[in-house]
C-alpha cells in the first residue's frame, strides 16, 4: 500500500524541544567545518537520534549522474546497540564534533559486512521500470509505504536490505534537481510512522537536499576561485611575457626594416637573445609556482630545515656584512607542512629580508608556539619598512621593489601558506623595518 | 539557535544567526575606516575638466552654458576607455556580451554633482529628484534607440564597492541579457502570481510590512524604505514604490520627488548610523519593454521595481554559502529599528 | 619639434619606444619611474607624455593625477600591457589607453593624432 503526502514546511513550534535539537542539529552542518559525508551522515543521525525524535534507522542516497545510489546507513543491529547509541547522544554536552567523531567509528565498523550489500542498492532513475524507494525521487514525492511484502512497486533488493514493512521515502529536493534520497524506518521499535514524523522529517529532507546542493556548488565556487587565481595569473602572465615580447617585437621589425647596419644588427639581436632568456625564466618560475598542489600536509620537525637554510650557500652570500639571528623556542612542535615547500617559503622570505637590510644590519627569526593550535615563524628585517600602500600592495602578483625582481615571491610563500592551512601576515612601518609571520598548525606530538 | 528565511520571490534562504546580541558599537567600523583622504589632485569628473571625459549626451544645466564646459549640475557622459572598442565585426564568431561590445557598447557615467565631496546623500532634495529624472531619461533614450535586453543602473561608493573614483557617480550600462538576479526575481514573482496569489506578490508582501512595520526604515506617501525580510547582508535595505508599477522609466515627476526624499532618508541614515560605509545601489525594474513583452507578457502585472541598497560593512559582515544561501547576523529588524532612530537630517 | 616624455620601467622597452619615436621624428626623452618623470615634467616642457602603469613605486595613475595637478594642457597616453585599468574612471585624466602590443603602429598613430590636435 501507497500513501502519498506533500512536502509542507512544519510549523516549527520554538516550544518543542525535540524539533530544536534536530534543527539545530541540522543547521549546524551548515556552518561545521565537516566532509560532506560527515555532515550528511550528522543529519542522518539527527533523524535517527533517539526514542523520542523521528526514527530507528536510516540510509541515505546520493544522484551520481543518473544512478541514485545508497550511499550511507545508520541502522542499529539490535535494541541493544540502539539503546546504548541513543543513550549517548542524550548525554548532556554531546556536541557536534563528538557525534562526528562517534558516527566515523559506527559506520566504519557495521560497513564491512554491509558494504557490498549497499553498494547493489544503485538504481537508474531513467530505468522505464523504476521502482521504490528511487522511484519516490524521481517523482520527487514523499511516499509512505506500508505492508511492503505485498506491494509491487517496491525493488526486493531493498526491502532484502532493509527488512521492515513500513518505510518512509524522503527525496531530497533542492532548486527542483533531485539530489538525493533518504529512506527511514523504525526497524527497531516498531513504532508507527505518524503523521506529526513525516512533517518533521520533510524539513528535514528539505534542508538536506539544499545542503547537498550547497556543497556542490560550493566546490563550484572553489573551483572558480581557482579559475580566478588562474585569471589572476592569466593577467601576471599576460604582462609578465608581453614586455619581452614587445621588445622582441620591436627589434625584430627593425632589423627587418633595416637589415644592413651591422651594429645595429648585433645589438638587437643580442637584445633579443636576452629577452627569449628572460622569457624563459619566466615560464619556468610560472610552471614552479602553479605546480602547488594540495596535499595532504604531514607534520614535520622543522628545527633541522631552519638550521639547513641558514647553512645554504646563496644564503650565506647575501648575509655577508649582515647578522642572521636565529632563535627557535622550548617545546616548538611538529608543524603541518610539506618540508620542500616550506623551505621554499622561508627562503623567499629570507631573502627578501636579506635584500633590503643594510650593511651591519640584522633579520630576525624566531619560531615559537602561539597556542595549542598554532606555531609562528616570524622574520624581521632591518630595513626600511612598508607604508600602507606598499602592505596592501605586496601580495599582488607582479608587484615588486626590485630590479629584477618577478614580483612572484611573495604570492608564492601565500600560496604554500594556504595549501598547508596557515597563513602569513606582514607588519611593518617606513623607518621600522619589515616583519613577516608565518602561522603554522601545530602538530600534538605523539 | 539559527532561524531559517526563505525569499518567497527569489527563493533564497538566509540563515540569520541570532547568538550574541548585538550592542550599537558592534555596527561601527572601526574610527580610521571611512575616513577617505582623498591625496589625489586631480578629478576628471570635477567642473573645469570637462575636456577630459567624451563630450556629454546629457545634462542638466545653467540656462546661459553649453555643453562640455561648467555650468552643469549633472552631467551625462558615455564611458571614456570601454572594454572593447566599437568597431567592425571581426571574423571570429561572438557571443552574447562579446557580441554587444562590438556592437554599440553602452555604458555612460552620471557625474551626480559639480561638487567633489557633497554625496548622494547630502544632495539637495531638488537635485536628487532630478537626478532619479535624468535616470529615468536616459533608460527611456536608450532603450528606444537600441534593442538592449536591460539597462543596468547603478552605484558603487567606496573602493570596497569597487568604486575607482571618489567624486560621486552612477552608471548605466546597456547589455544584451537579463542579468541572473534580475531574471530569478521575475521568474520567483511570475510563479507566485500565477499560482498563489493572483496578484502582485511584491505589492502583497508590502501591505504586511506596512501592518507589520517590523522592518520599516521610513516611509512617505509614495515610497517605502524596509529591510527585507530575508535579508542576505547586514542592514540591506529596499526602497520600494508603494503604488504598483514594473517599469522604473515609468516614474512620474512628483513620484521622482518622494522617491528623492526616500533615498535621501535611506542614505542618511546609513551614513550616520553606520560611519558612512561603502555601498552598492541597485535599481531592479523591468527589462526593455520592446523585449520584455515578448518574453515575459504580463510582466507588468506581477514585477514591482524597486532600489536595493547593501552596506560593505566589515565589523558585522554577512556570507554567501555557495549561490542561493546566506548567513547574515544581524535580523532585519534589529537593523531597522537601529536605522529608525532618529536623526536630523540636513534637507 | 615636438618633445615626447616616455615612462616605461623596462629598460629594454625604453630603448626601443626612444629609437623609433626618434626615427618618426619627435625628441624623446625616457625615464624610468613616476619620480623621474615628476622632475622632468617640473623642469622641461614636452608635447605629450607616454605611460605605463605598472612601475615600481608611484604607479602610473598617480603619475597622471600629478601632471594633472601642475598642469591639465599636456596630451597623455597610457601605454600599459593591462585592460583592467579601463575600469578605474582616474585613467580618464590621460587621452589615450593603448594596450602594448608587438606593433607600434598603434602608439605612433596616436601620437601623431593627439599632436596634430594641439
Keep these: 500500500m501507497i500513501e502519498n503526502y506533500r512536502f ?25 567545518p565537516f566532509s560532506l ?20 534507522r536510516a540510509m541515505l542516497f546520493l544522484k551520481e549522474g543518473e544512478k541514485l545510489k545508497a550511499t550511507m546507513w545508520l541502522g542499529p543491529r539490535s535494541p541493544e546497540e540502539a539503546e546504548a547509541i541513543w543513550t549517548m547522544l542524550s548525554s548532556p554536552g554531546i556536541g557536534y564534533a563528538e557525534l562526528v567523531d562517534h558516527n566515523r567509528d559506527l559506520i566504519s565498523r557495521t560497513l564491512e559486512d554491509l558494504q557490498p550489500k549497499l553498494r547493489a542498492l544503485s538504481f537508474s532513475l531513467e530505468d522505464e521500470n523504476l521502482l521504490l524507494p528511487a522511484l519516490a525521487a524521481r517523482r520527487k514525492e514523499i511516499i509512505l509505504v506500508k505492508d511492503a511484502l505485498n506491494e509491487p512497486l517496491v ?4 526491502l532484502d536490505f532493509i527488512g521492515m514493512d513500513t518505510f518512509l521515502c524522503l527525496p531530497l529536493i533542492a532548486h527542483d534537481e533531485i539530489m538525493g534520497e533518504i529512506v527511514v524506518d523504525n526497524g527497531i521499535t516498531r513504532a508507527p510512522i505518524n503523521t506529526k514524523d513525516i512533517e518533521l522529517a520533510s524539513l528535514c529532507a528539505l534542508l538536506a537536499g539544499n545542503y547537498i546542493y550547497t556543497t556542490s556548488l560550493y566546490k563550484k565556487v572553489v573551483e572558480m576561485e581557482k579559475m580566478a587565481a588562474l585569471g589572476e595569473m592569466a593577467a601576471f602572465v599576460s604582462h609578465q611575457l608581453r614586455n619581452p615580447i614587445v621588445a622582441i617585437g620591436g627589434f625584430t621589425q627593425q632589423l627587418l626594416d633595416n637589415p644592413c647596419n651591422p651594429e ?20 619556468y618560475k610560472l610552471s614552479h609556482f602553479l605546480k602547488i598542489r594540495i596535499k595532504e600536509p604531514t607534520p614535520i620537525d622543522f628545527k633541522p630545515i631552519l638550521t639547513g637554510i641558514l647553512e645554504r650557500t646563496d644564503i650565506k652570500a647575501k648575509s655577508e656584512n649582515k647578522k642572521i639571528s636565529l632563535r627557535i623556542n622550548q617545546g616548538s612542535p611538529s608543524i603541518l607542512c610539506d618540508p620542500v615547500y616550506f623551505e621554499e617559503a622561508v627562503v623567499n622570505l629570507l631573502d627578501n629580508a ?22 609562528t615563524i616570524v622574520i624581521k628585517d632591518s630595513g626600511p619598512g612598508l607604508d600602507e600602500r606598499d602592505r596592501e600592495k605586496i601580495f599582488t602578483p607582479f608587484y615588486s621593489t626590485k630590479e629584477n625582481g618577478l614580483g612572484l615571491g611573495l604570492l608564492f610563500v601565500r600560496r604554500i601558506m594556504e595549501t598547508c592551512g596557515g597563513k602569513v601576515e606582514v607588519q611593518s612601518r617606513p623607518g621600522h623595518g619589515t616583519m613577516f609571520k608565518l602561522y603554522f598548525k601545530a602538530k600534538k606530538r605523539g | 539557535m539559527p532561524e531559517l528565511r526563505k525569499d518567497m520571490v527569489t527563493g533564497r534562504w538566509v540563515i540569520l544567526s541570532t547568538e550574541r546580541s548585538k550592542r550599537p558599537d558592534d555596527f561601527r567600523p572601526p574610527e ?22 567624451p563630450p556629454e549626451v546629457y545634462s542638466v544645466r545653467d540656462d546661459h552654458t553649453g555643453p562640455n564646459q561648467p555650468g552643469w549640475k549633472i552631467r551625462v557622459v558615455p564611458n571614456k576607455f570601454p572594454a572593447l572598442q566599437p568597431g567592425p565585426p571581426s571574423t571570429k564568431k561572438l557571443r552574447g556580451v562579446n557580441q554587444w561590445m562590438e556592437g554599440t557598447g553602452v555604458h555612460e557615467v552620471i557625474i551626480e554633482t559639480p561638487d567633489h565631496s557633497q554625496e548622494m546623500a547630502d544632495l539637495e532634495l531638488e537635485h536628487l529628484a532630478e537626478l532619479i529624472r535624468v535616470f529615468r531619461l536616459r533608460t527611456i533614450e536608450i532603450e528606444e534607440q537600441y534593442h538592449h535586453q536591460y539597462i543596468q543602473i547603478f552605484k558603487n561608493k567606496g573602493k570596497e564597492a569597487g568604486a575607482s573614483l571618489f567624486h560621486p557617480h552612477s552608471q548605466l550600462i546597456a547589455t544584451p541579457i537579463v542579468p541572473k538576479r534580475i531574471k530569478e526575481e521575475i521568474y520567483g514573482a511570475e510563479r507566485l502570481f500565477r499560482n498563489n496569489f493572483r496578484e502582485c506578490a511584491f505589492c502583497r508582501m508590502l501591505n504586511e510590512e506596512m501592518s507589520s512595520s517590523e522592518r520599516l526604515v521610513y516611509r512617505n506617501e509614495r515610497f517605502v524604505v524596509l529591510a527585507p525580510f530575508a535579508s542576505r547582508f547586514p542592514f540591506e535595505m529596499a526602497i520600494y514604490p508603494l503604488e504598483h508599477s514594473a517599469f522604473f522609466r515609468q516614474i512620474t515627476d512628483e513620484e521622482s520627488r518622494h522617491l528623492a526624499e526616500a533615498l535621501k532618508q535611506a542614505l542618511s541614515r546609513l551614513k550616520a548610523q553606520l560611519s558612512d560605509p561603502a555601498f552598492n545601489l541597485v535599481v531592479h525594474h523591468s527589462p526593455n519593454p520592446k523585449v520584455s513583452n515578448k518574453a515575459w507578457p504580463g510582466i507588468d502585472s506581477y514585477y514591482h521595481w524597486h532600489i536595493e541598497l547593501m552596506p560593505i560593512l566589515t565589523k558585522v559582515a554577512g556570507f554567501e554559502l555557495g549561490t542561493g544561501f546566506y548567513i547574515n547576523p544581524v535580523p532585519p529588524e534589529l537593523a531597522a529599528d537601529y536605522l529608525r532612530k532618529k536623526l536630523r537630517i540636513k534637507s | 619639434m615636438k618633445k615626447i616624455l616616455v615612462v616605461e620601467d623596462e629598460k629594454m622597452l625604453g630603448l626601443l619606444y626612444e629609437e623609433e619615436l626618434t626615427k618618426e621624428g619627435y625628441e624623446v626623452v625616457v625615464v624610468h619611474d613616476a619620480d623621474a618623470a615628476m622632475d622632468r615634467v617640473k623642469s622641461e616642457q614636452f608635447d605629450l607624455i607616454v605611460t605605463d602603469i605598472r612601475m615600481p613605486g608611484k604607479d602610473g595613475i598617480e603619475l597622471i593625477a600629478s601632471i594633472m595637478g601642475m598642469r591639465k594642457d599636456i596630451p597623455i597616453i597610457i601605454n600599459t600591457a593591462y585592460q583592467s585599468y579601463k575600469d578605474d574612471f582616474m585613467t580618464w585624466a590621460a587621452d589615450a589607453y593603448i594596450i602594448k602590443s608587438s606593433s607600434l603602429d598603434e602608439l605612433k598613430e596616436k601620437i601623431k593624432e593627439l599632436l596634430q590636435e594641439s
Design chain 1, 354 to 375: 636579506l635584500d633590503v637590510t643594510p650593511a651591519g644590519g640584522r633579520v630576525l627569526i624566531r619560531a615559537c608556539p602561539k597556542n595549542k593550535k598554532w606555531l
Design chain 1, 264 to 283: 645595429r644588427c648585433q645589438r638587437n639581436l643580442n637584445i633579443i637573445q636576452q629577452e627569449i632568456k628572460h622569457l624563459e625564466k619566466i615560464i
Design chain 1, 155 to 158: 525493488e526486493p533488493k531493498f
Design chain 1, 37 to 56: 559525508e560527515d555532515n550528511l551522515l550528522i543529519i542522518l543521525t539527527a533523524l535517527t537520534s533517539g526514542r523520542g525524535i523521528g526514527f530507528n
Design chain 1, 8 to 32: 509542507q514546511p512544519s510549523n516549527f513550534n520554538p516550544d518543542s524541544p525535540k524539533e530544536f535539537v534536530l534543527l539545530s542539529i541540522i543547521a549546524q552542518s551548515f556552518f561545521q
Design chain 2, 32 to 53: 580610521s575606516f571611512g575616513v577617505k583622504k582623498e591625496s589625489l589632485s586631480f578629478c576628471p569628473f570635477c567642473p573645469g575638466n570637462e575636456s577630459k571625459t
